[in-house]
């Protein structure tokens, strides 16, 4: 615990002006992000007497080991500051609203020639038109099949829509009048574009003009006796008011508004949000938070719209934004809306009428969502509690284990060896650190040489950050230089050594300079491998040749689920039913998926690439356009040196290389599709074989 006033600034250093500060641990890491309008006023307050401190911020300034600055022109910009700060550094003591499910939205892809409706989860794209969120996906698909008839838009995926149009016939949703079948070209892009046009103004909230147009055709078709195309109208109506009935009518002036409230306890806090288009409820959202940092409802609200409307803009905010409190100056906070949106925002507290009628109701639903989490978290928190005490008691740590690495290897007889690094922190999965690695030292399967490098490499890199921190000194003997731990290992560089964050997950260790993600600067408590005897034992020496000794090891074995400690001849063996057993059995699965899934995905371009990936100087963007160009490997081998020179970016010499390399690679026997039994080209893909049967070792 650090002593605040060792790293308090001398006075007058602090400026009187805005801007934002973070506070550091000793590891460099960025802990807290604030923004103040005059940083010596609120940078003075955290260094008055502890015991005068709320007790979150007493936690932080003596987690804390320094504190820096940046100076701003005005509010405004420090408030998107702030925003930007703590979504980069992920501070911890920062209060981080989590949504408590992944909520689905209608999304139109306008960003393709042939816009698709349909339900997206996760972040938002570019170019693509959201409505929702959403409580359920199925609301979404019965709002869409009642719309799909009025506006016969695109569903398909692109394969489907690929495979028909090569076919030139459309899929069901075509025979049926659900789609307008642009696949087949009924109807032109320009066409069809029209029609997304019209389903999203629709979605929108500009309903009436579009009735009132059915409606005047519809009479138009009758008086000139086309009844069969009058009840067509009549039923489109009739579908887009039932589809307009699931969004219940909350104000009747037609407003565009999201409505926000707060239900907070000492600990926590959970948020509402209701988005209202056109009078009507478009959407709605929940978060819940921990209260890490001592903040009022007026600074949950404000944290609440950074992340509401920090990646949006344009009509993504709307003209009005109504919260159960303003935070003082509002100025600042509705001048950031309104630069998002590009226009005026109104953000207020409502007074009366229905508009404080409906507040009224999401803050209901915020005091629900708490009551649900808190009685989810109780029992959540306790498992986990007890689950790591009893970890530390049968492997007779001297501290719980708050952070736990496992490490797994796999490969497919003997190719393709991979390692992954899962971690968890305090019982739970923290994906931003997990790791993958290519084992590099040696050709073949041995698991135990394979684990005693990856947990080297793991740990070198660990010294080298504690190096570049001055924490570790070599002077002694006892760090990276006078154990081997510094010697050479190409294994371990920067990029290319292999080690690889999870596909688009954030975080991470942080660099002690700039505080951005950086790998391996953490060390775990606990180091778990799957196995036995001989993988604890590598791992525990490659611990010993770099002098680590204060990280303890175990295995698991997956046979009896056994766990097995260093040098000792018997495992502990934890009962059936303890919480600690069923934790590391967590970990140690969730280090097999990432394995595997990583053995996979290596083994699965190295098929894909097939000889070609052995030309010298051809790129996949020139592999890709000669398999386009000749359709497979095959009619590729049998090409001659002036056909391929035909193919664009391909000259004379490239050519020759290629046709070397396809001259002595052997053709592939013919493969049979598993799923049909029918004999495929060489490059046609086969199907999967069956889990049980993939011969797959992790």
Known sequence: MADPSSYRPKPGQIPDSPGVYKFRDEHRRVIYVGKAKSLRQRLSSYFQDLAGLHPRTRTMVTTAASVEWTVVSTEVEALQLEYSWIKEFDPRFNVKYRDDKSYPSLAVTMNEEFPRVQVMRGPKRKGVRYFGPYAHAWAIRETVDLMLRVFPVRTCSAGVFKRSAQIGRPCLLGYIGKCSAPCVGRV????????????????AGRTGAYLQRLERWMREAAEEMEYERAARLRDDIEALRRAMEKNAVVLTDATDADLIAVAEDELEAAVQIFHVRGGRVRGQRGWVTDKVEAVDTAGLVEHALQQLYGEESGEGVPREVLVPALPDPVEPLADWLAGRRGSRVDLRIPQRGDKKDLMATVLRNAQQALVLHKTKRASDLTTRSRALEEIAEALGLDSVPLRIECFDISHLQGEDVVASMVVFEDGLARKSEYRRFQIKSFAGQDDVRAMHEVIGRRFRRYLREKMATGEWDEETGNGPEGNGANGADGADGAAPDGAVPEPGLPGGPVDPETGRPRRFAYPPQ???VDGGQPQVAAARRALDELGVDDVAVCGLAKRLEEVWLPGEDDPVVLPRTSEG???????????????????????????????LAEVPGLGETRRKALLKHFGSVKRLRAATIEQICEVPGIGRRTAEQVAAALAGAAPAAPAVNTATGEMMEEDEPAASPPPGIRGQRA
């Open 188 to 203: 032109s892009a320009e066409e069809h574009r029209e029609l997304a046009e019209d389903f999203c103004a629709f979605m």
């Open 526 to 528: 606990l180091v778990v």
């Open 581 to 611: 057993l069923y934790l590391l059995q967590r970990v140690r699965d969730e280090a097999h998926r990432f394995a595997i899934a990583y053995q996979r995905s290596k083994r699965g371009k190295s098929l894909r690439a097939g000889p």
